[in-house]
């Protein structure tokens, strides 16, 4: 099956492609990261600014 797959030569812009993806995965693990600490700092402060109750 592999065999009807075409093969090309890489290219300079797939370098940037895997080095964008990179960057992309990690900002979204901090955005959880970020969002997670949120939740836990607004669970622990009543009357958290910017929320409203969820309740």
Do not use: C, I, Q, Y
């Amino acid at each position: 099956m592999r065999a009807n797959l075409k093969s090309r030569e890489p290219e300079p812009a797939d370098d940037e492609v895997l080095r964008l993806k990179a960057m992309v995965g990690e900002l979204m693990m901090k955005n959880e990261l970020l969002a997670e600490k949120a939740r836990l700092l607004e669970g622990n402060t009543p009357g958290f600014p910017w929320r409203k109750s969820r309740g």
